[in-house]
Each structure stands twice: as structure tokens, then as C-alpha cells.
């Protein structure tokens, strides 16, 4: 390129005077001499205009250009710039693209200020005049402006010099990179004239590298033709500035390598057949060879350039553990994958990339026209057990979340649910469909993972499997319903017509499947078929219960709200279906579910006062205690017909207050619903519940039957009495219509109990109930003061039997046998 050209832009008046310092500088004619480097002719201007229009050193007669003020340097960037906007393909042009590259990411600096494209371009003309290198323009301007400097160029810090040492009469032509510019644009006569002066064309310069690097970088066939024809060394290793905008330059590379990269098939082609180069070579931070950059790229004419030389590597691993074939794997080439094919040795099923063999790489991705080319080309068995470990490193392109760990292809293809890649295999001769892999077979592990369309293609090749239509098999359905595979019950119910109302092994519905396994999808769908029975009951299971329960139940009892959310919406519902642990409402106040008990509660069609079912079980039932003991009566289990609980009365029985009291605000709720035994709730919480438990269920709505009496005639007041509830049998005397005297079956009635045990307070509120009957006697015919001696060998038992004989003393026996004499039961 000639000087006379980058002058145009000069202005008219010094235009003149620049030629004629030019020439004086240069010894020869601007208009005859070439300019490789437009660095050179630049500094050149710069000294030259500097002297002609800025004021001078008198004493000096001319002003150093590093001691310049910041008008002079901002008019000297200008003009630069200037010159430089014309510079579209030459060693400069990059500043242009700095200034580009600079505008585009200056919004992601923080704490920025906003430049102009001129900014940037003066700020990069400004760094030259500095004495930077090439290398660090950008790195200079981003620098400076993520500081937020402002004005951008005057923030540049110049380099101080005594002497330039820019002029070309005393600086080597090499150390600017002259052949290697020459070499980029392709200035064959200027190679050749530089060559017969002696430059050396293996020179590696700083920044370009040497001149068959960046001729093979730039893809200059005819420049890289010259250069092996003249004798350059094509394994000479340069550097290679990626872009104009690379702030990390690859660094080490051969010329094979940067074409290789870059794709330049025709300069590839050349230096692979010539003799000198090494093929297998690997360089830059990479550590690629030219093989594995053509297979990662997908080059498929690079490939074929480089397997023709013969002595391409095929099967070493570089770098991080690649090798061509894996490289061609995860980057997805199949045409390349062919090739390397053909010329490799390796067995495919060994783990070489990141201990990761390339078979199973190929059946995660997913490509049949890969997988396809390994079974035929790499001869692998099919049913092979593949290794597929963990990466220990990063991939480039990151594999699949539910990848499989070893197994055969067709279990691979599955795990990942490449139906595809099944289809393929399942026609290719010699896969064996039934073959059991980590305890399960292909098609068994599809359903289990939700793989709706694979299933679809096990299900077209029946033929090839050893069970006919495996997929309609129950358990198979039930593994889909605990495994959450709600697409493939839906496939198999809509396509295949299973039924969805089997049970499994252990009498299991599919729907109290999902439930128990909080699997969500599969219970919305399967609530929203019209062919699930809703109300279909399994022996499911609650807690230590192994009776039938409908999935209504199984929700209640799990406080599992969004099952129930899905159960309520079914018009069809069995809302009272009552099981051995009662209805739904049973179980939500036992398991203190609050939404789903106010939920039923507040729906018209439930039943509050259904029961549990009855069955043999275990009852409990009143003992007599030894004389002298904390209770007269003890609670003991015994087998007999268990169940009949209502809802209030699993409330009472469990202590559940709060549910006590939300389930009596339902005026339908009936207190006198007795289970088995004939127990109410008033009974259960007068013998174990709290007073606030017995004052709820007598201000219900509908009153309950106080002296209702069990099958073994205990009261409860009876009950009351014999768990020492002070206030329980306080209140419960106080009420109207109390039978002070009611007995149980063997005729001890509350003052019997009282006076066996010595309850001061307890038996105090007897006595003085107007009703009580002092002289009632047991089916043995004792009276409590009977009792009471059997029981009295300590201070309050006697005091307590002295109290009674007065009682007794002052009240004839309404059964004959007159009054009491006073002294038979004096004691000192």
C-alpha cells in the first residue's frame, strides 16, 4: 500500500511540507515506497506534523513529540484518526474494531461513562502514539473506561522516550512485523524482496507470530505456498490473536493448528501434504491437534484432508482426555463420526473421554444416525453392559440430568427417554428387548420413568417381547402410579385400554397408590378419568390398620390436601364410606387434618354421625382392683367386637378438643351415638377427657343421655368417680337429671367406689346429694360402709368410715332392717 494514499486526508496547507519531511525521512519517494506496516508510516506523519504546525523550541528548532501538551496530542489523534478510517484491511484496522467492540459492551461495565465511537477510536490512535503494543489497545481502552475516566483519551498514559525508535533506519524490519503483514495481505514481491535480503521468515514475532503462521491464520493460500516453497518452517509455533477483540489470544499454535481452526480447507490441504509438518502436533491452551479441532467443528473436508496424509492419530487422547471420535460425539458430527470410524482402532465401549466411554456419549445424546454408525462400523455387541462413570471434569456441552450409569444401550436409550434412539435399536438385528438390566428390564424401566413414548415403541414391536402387552400388566401400572409416570397411565389407559381399577400384590389401588406417594399428577389425572373408581377400596393401609380404605381415606388420614382437593370435585364420591378406621371425617379429626375436617363438615352430604365399622378386636373392659388400691375398678383389653366410633366419638377418644368443639357446632351431630360397647362420648370424656371436654358435649345442641350405661353398666359418674375427676363428678352431680345411684353389672355404684379408695372430695358431694341411697349394696350385698372397712387401715380411711356410719346411722334402711346403732361403728 502507498503513502500517497493514506495522505489525502491531510489537510491542504501542510500537505506539502508532510511530503516533503516524509521523504527527507525516509530516503526515497513517498509515492514509490510501500508501506507494509502502516504503524511506521503513522509515526512517520506524526513527527512530521508536529513540527510543521505546532510552535516550535526556538532553541532546538523542533518540539519533541513526547513532550507535547493535550491540545497538540488531541490534534495529532484526530489526524491520525483520520488516516486511520481509511485503513479497512491493513495492520491498523483493528483499532476501528476496538472502538466497535468498545461501544457494544460498554453498558455491561459498572459504573461506566458513556463514550463515543470516536472516543474509543481516538483513545486506541492515542495508545499507538504511546508506544503500546498492538496486543494491549483493548485491554488499555477497557480499562480505562470501566475507571469511568472521562475524557477517554487523555486518560491513555504515555510512554517518555529520549530517542524514537520508529524510524526503519535504525530499528530491524522484523521486530515490526513487516513480512508477516506482507504475508496477510498477500504481497508476494515484497516476501520475496525481504527473503533475498535476509529476513528471516521463521521470525516469531511478539504479536503476529511468524509469517507462515499468520499467512495460514488469515487463510492466504498463495502467500503459504510461497513460504514452503522458499523454505519456511511449517512446525514453527507462533501466536495467534483469535479477533481483533480477543483480550486472551490462543498462544502456541502451528500453522496446521490455526488452519485447522479456522476452517481454511485449501491452506490445510497444502500443509498436510507437505512432508515436514507434524500432523499429531497439539498446541494452545487447548492442547488440540488439528484432528480433534476439524471433528469438534464439524469440518468434515479438514477431516478428510487430514485422514489422507496416513499418519493421523486417530485413537490418542489429548488434552483433557478427548480423542477425534469422542470429540465428534459430543459436538453431535455424524459425518465425521464416520470418517474417524473407518481409520480408528479403538473399541468404543471403553471409557476414554472423561470416563465415559463414546458408545453410551452417543446414546445420551441421543443420535440414532451416530449410535447406527457404531453398531455397524465399531462392531459392538448390543446388549453390551456400557460404562458410563461420572465426569470428573467440566464437559464443553453439558449432558443430560438423567443420564444412566452402566447398562446396556437399550436401557441407556431408555433412562433418557430417547424414543428414537429405541425405535433404532429395537430394529437393529441381535438387541435383545427382555434382557434384565440392574433388576428390571427395558420396558419395565420406561414405564417407571415416565417414558410415555417410549413405551409407545416397545409396545409396536410385541413381537419381539417375551410377554404379551407386558405394558398392561398391574404392577406395572402401580410402579407408573409410584413413580409419579402420569404420561404413560395416560397413554396406557387412553391407547391401550388398560384397566386403571386393578389391585396389585398387596390388594393396592393404583389411585391410593399415587396417594400414598404424594404423586400429584397421577392422582389429578387419574380423579379426572371417568373409568377410575373413585370409591374402589384396597387394603391400602393406615398406620398400623390393614383393612380396606378408599382413596378418600388414604388422603384424610395422610393430610394430604391436594388429593383431596382432587377427591372433592368427583360428583360420585362416596362421601360416608366407612371402613375399619370410619369414615373420612373419622380419620381427619383423629389425624387432626383441620382443612379437611372443616372441609366435610361444611358439605351437605356427609353423614357426621356415621360409624366405623364393627369387627372382632380388641375391647376394654372394668376388672375389679385388689382391696387398697388407687382405682376399685381397672381397664383391661380383652378380645371382643371393636369399632362403631363416630366422628365425635374418635374425637373424644383421641383428646381432641379443638375437633370436639368444631364437630359440635354441627347441630346434627349426635352426643348419645354409642360405639361397640355401648359407650358415648359424654362416657370416654368422663372417664379420660377434661372438664372443658365434658361442658362441650353437654351444651350440645342435641343433649346427651348422662346416665347411659355400657355394656357392663358403667355410668359416667361411674367413670367419673372411678378416675378420681373431682370436677367432672361435681358438674356431672350437679345436672338435673343425674342417677347418684346408678351401678354398674356387679352393683357397685359411685359412693361404693368412692369409699373403697377414701376420695374425701369425691364422696363429701355423694353424701350430700339429696337422691343418694348410702344403703345400696353390691351383688355380694355390701353396702359402701362394707366396702369402705375392708379398705380402711389408715387415719383418712377410718376417718372416712366413721363419716359414712354416721350417714348410715342417721338414714334408715329403705330395705328393712331399721337403723344402724351408732357405737357398732365407733372407733378411737
Known amino acids: 500500500?502507498?503513502?500517497?494514499?493514506?495522505?489525502?486526508?491531510?489537510?491542504?496547507?501542510?500537505?506539502?511540507?508532510?511530503?516533503?519531511?516524509?521523504?527527507?525521512?525516509?530516503?526515497?519517494?513517498?509515492?514509490?515506497?510501500?508501506?507494509?506496516?502502516?504503524?511506521?508510516?503513522?509515526?512517520?506523519?506524526?513527527?512530521?506534523?508536529?513540527?510543521?504546525?505546532?510552535?516550535?523550541?526556538?532553541?532546538?528548532?523542533?518540539?519533541?513529540?513526547?513532550?507535547?501538551?493535550?491540545?497538540?496530542?488531541?490534534?495529532?489523534?484526530?489526524?491520525?484518526?483520520?488516516?486511520?478510517?481509511?485503513?479497512?484491511?491493513?495492520?491498523?484496522?483493528?483499532?476501528?474494531?476496538?472502538?466497535?467492540?468498545?461501544?457494544?459492551?460498554?453498558?455491561?461495565?459498572?459504573?461506566?461513562t458513556k463514550h463515543t465511537y470516536f472516543d474509543y477510536l481516538a483513545a486506541a490512535c492515542r495508545i499507538i502514539v504511546a508506544n503500546h503494543g498492538v496486543h494491549a489497545i483493548l485491554k488499555q481502552i477497557v480499562f480505562v473506561a470501566k475507571r469511568g475516566k472521562n475524557p477517554l483519551a487523555k486518560s491513555i498514559r504515555m510512554l517518555r522516550a529520549r530517542k524514537s525508535t520508529l524510524r526503519p533506519s535504525m530499528t530491524p524490519v522484523d521486530i515490526h512485523g513487516v513480512m508477516q503483514m506482507a504475508a496477510v495481505l498477500g504481497d508476494t514481491c515484497a516476501i520475496e524482496a525481504m527473503v533475498a535480503r535476509g529476513v528471516d521468515m521463521d521470525f516469531n514475532h511478539p504479536v503476529f507470530g511468524c509469517a507462515l503462521f499468520s499467512a495460514a491464520s488469515h487463510g492466504c493460500l498463495k502467500t503459504v505456498r510461497q513460504l514452503i516453497g522458499l523454505g519456511a518452517d511449517p512446525n514453527v509455533r507462533g501466536h495467534l490473536l483469535a479477533t481483533p477483540m480477543s483480550l486472551s489470544p490462543e498462544r502456541n499454535n502451528t500453522a496446521l493448528l490455526v488452519a485447522a481452526e479456522r476452517n481454511h480447507k485449501q491452506v490445510a490441504n497444502l500443509l498436510a501434504g507437505e512432508p515436514r509438518v507434524c500432523i499429531n502436533e497439539t498446541g494452545g491452551e487447548s492442547r488440540k491437534n488439528a484432528l480433534v479441532w476439524a471433528a469438534e467443528r464439524g469440518w468434515i473436508d479438514t477431516v478428510q484432508i487430514i485422514l489422507a496424509r496416513g499418519d493421523a492419530d486417530v485413537d490418542s487422547r489429548i488434552g483433557r482426555g478427548e480423542f477425534p471420535i469422542t470429540t465428534a460425539v459430543m459436538h453431535d458430527h455424524p459425518e465425521v463420526l464416520a470418517l474417524l470410524l473407518k481409520a480408528s482402532k479403538t473399541k468404543l465401549t471403553e471409557k476414554r473421554y472423561n470416563d465415559q466411554c463414546p458408545m453410551a456419549l452417543a446414546l445420551v445424546r441421543g443420535s440414532s444416525r451416530m449410535v447406527r454408525l457404531m453398531l455397524e462400523i465399531g462392531e459392538i455387541d448390543p446388549n453390551e453392559e456400557l460404562p458410563y462413570g461420572a465426569p470428573r471434569i467440566k464437559c464443553p456441552h453439558p449432558m443430560p440430568s438423567r443420564c444412566s450409569a452402566d447398562g446396556t444401550p437399550l436401557v441407556i436409550a431408555v433412562k433418557n427417554g430417547h424414543a428414537n434412539l429405541v425405535e433404532t435399536l429395537l430394529n437393529f438385528p441381535g438387541v435383545d428387548p427382555n434382557l434384565v438390566s440392574g433388576s428390571i428390564t427395558p420396558l419395565d424401566l420406561a414405564i417407571a420413568e415416565d417414558r410415555a413414548e417410549v413405551v409407545k415403541v416397545f409396545l409396536r414391536h410385541q413381537d419381539k417381547l417375551e410377554r404379551s402387552l407386558c405394558a398392561l400388566r398391574k404392577p406395572l401400572l402401580h410402579v407408573a402410579a409410584h413413580k409419579g409416570a402420569a404420561s404413560v397411565i395416560k397413554m396406557l389407559i387412553n391407547c391401550y385400554g388398560a384397566d386403571p381399577n386393578t389391585y396389585d400384590d398387596q390388594k393396592q389401588t393404583i389411585l391410593c397408590s399415587a396417594i400414598s406417594n404424594y404423586q400429584w399428577k397421577v392422582v389429578e389425572y387419574l380423579v379426572q378419568c371417568p373409568a377410575v373408581n373413585v370409591n374402589l377400596a384396597g387394603h391400602s393401609g393406615l398406620g398400623d390398620n390393614v383393612g380396606p380404605n378408599i382413596p378418600l381415606q388414604m388422603a384424610a388420614h395422610q393430610q394430604n390436601y391436594i388429593a383431596l382437593g382432587y377427591l372433592m370435585k368427583r360428583d360420585d364420591l362416596d362421601l360416608n364410606w366407612s371402613g375399619v378406621w370410619g369414615t373420612a371425617l373419622s380419620i381427619a379429626v383423629e389425624t387432626s387434618n383441620q382443612w379437611a375436617m372443616k372441609t366435610l363438615l361444611y358439605d351437605s352430604g356427609v353423614d357426621v354421625n356415621r360409624t366405623s365399622e364393627i369387627s372382632p378386636g380388641p375391647i376394654y373392659v372394668h376388672r375389679k382392683m385388689p382391696a387398697g388400691s388407687y382405682s376399685s375398678w381397672g381397664f383391661f383389653c380383652e378380645d371382643g367386637q371393636s369399632g362403631g366410633d363416630s366422628p365425635l366419638l374418635r374425637a373424644v377418644k383421641c383428646d381432641k378438643l379443638e375437633a370436639v368443639q368444631a364437630l359440635l357446632e354441627n347441630h346434627n351431630v349426635d352426643p348419645n351415638v354409642a360405639d361397640s360397647?355401648?359407650?358415648?362420648?359424654?362416657?370416654?370424656?368422663?372417664?379420660?377427657?377434661?372438664?372443658?371436654?365434658?361442658?362441650?358435649?353437654?351444651?350440645?345442641?342435641?343433649?346427651?343421655?348422662?346416665?347411659?350405661?355400657?355394656?357392663?353398666?358403667?355410668?359416667?359418674?361411674?367413670?367419673?368417680?372411678?378416675?378420681?375427676?373431682?370436677?367432672?363428678?361435681?358438674?356431672?352431680?350437679?345436672?338435673?337429671?343425674?342417677?347418684?345411684?346408678?351401678?354398674?353389672?356387679?352393683?357397685?355404684?359411685?359412693?361404693?367406689?368412692?369409699?373403697?379408695?377414701?376420695?374425701?372430695?369425691?364422696?363429701?358431694?355423694?353424701?350430700?346429694?339429696?337422691?343418694?341411697?348410702?344403703?345400696a349394696r353390691t351383688s355380694d350385698g355390701e353396702t359402701a360402709l362394707d366396702v369402705a372397712k375392708d379398705c380402711s387401715e389408715d387415719a383418712e380411711g377410718l376417718y372416712q368410715l366413721e363419716r359414712l356410719s354416721r350417714m348410715m346411722a342417721s338414714r334408715p334402711d329403705p330395705r328393712g332392717g331399721g337403723f344402724m346403732r351408732l357405737e357398732a361403728v365407733t372407733y378411737e
Open 1 to 112: 500500500m502507498q503513502s500517497a494514499s493514506l495522505l489525502l486526508s491531510l489537510p491542504a496547507e501542510i500537505f506539502d511540507e508532510v511530503i516533503q519531511h516524509t521523504h527527507l525521512a525516509l530516503g526515497s519517494e513517498p509515492t514509490e515506497q510501500k508501506f507494509v506496516e502502516l504503524r511506521l508510516v503513522c509515526r512517520a506523519f506524526d513527527d512530521v506534523v508536529s513540527r510543521e504546525v505546532f510552535p516550535r523550541d526556538r532553541k532546538n528548532q523542533f518540539m519533541r513529540r513526547n513532550n507535547i501538551n493535550a491540545e497538540t496530542a488531541k490534534w495529532l489523534l484526530l489526524t491520525k484518526t483520520k488516516i486511520h478510517s481509511r485503513d479497512t484491511r491493513g495492520t491498523l484496522a483493528f483499532l476501528h474494531d476496538c472502538a466497535t467492540f468498545a461501544m457494544n459492551h460498554q453498558s455491561g461495565w459498572p459504573g461506566h
Open 677 to 775: 360397647c355401648n359407650r358415648t362420648p359424654l362416657w370416654w370424656a368422663s372417664r379420660g377427657g377434661g372438664l372443658r371436654m365434658v361442658r362441650y358435649i353437654l351444651s350440645a345442641r342435641i343433649k346427651p343421655n348422662i346416665n347411659a350405661q355400657d355394656m357392663e353398666g358403667w355410668t359416667p359418674l361411674l367413670c367419673a368417680a372411678n378416675n378420681n375427676k373431682d370436677t367432672t363428678t361435681r358438674t356431672l352431680l350437679d345436672l338435673p337429671g343425674i342417677d347418684p345411684n346408678a351401678a354398674n353389672k356387679y352393683g357397685w355404684t359411685a359412693l361404693h367406689i368412692c369409699a373403697n379408695y377414701g376420695n374425701v372430695r369425691i364422696l363429701e358431694q355423694l353424701i350430700s346429694h339429696p337422691r343418694i341411697d348410702v344403703w
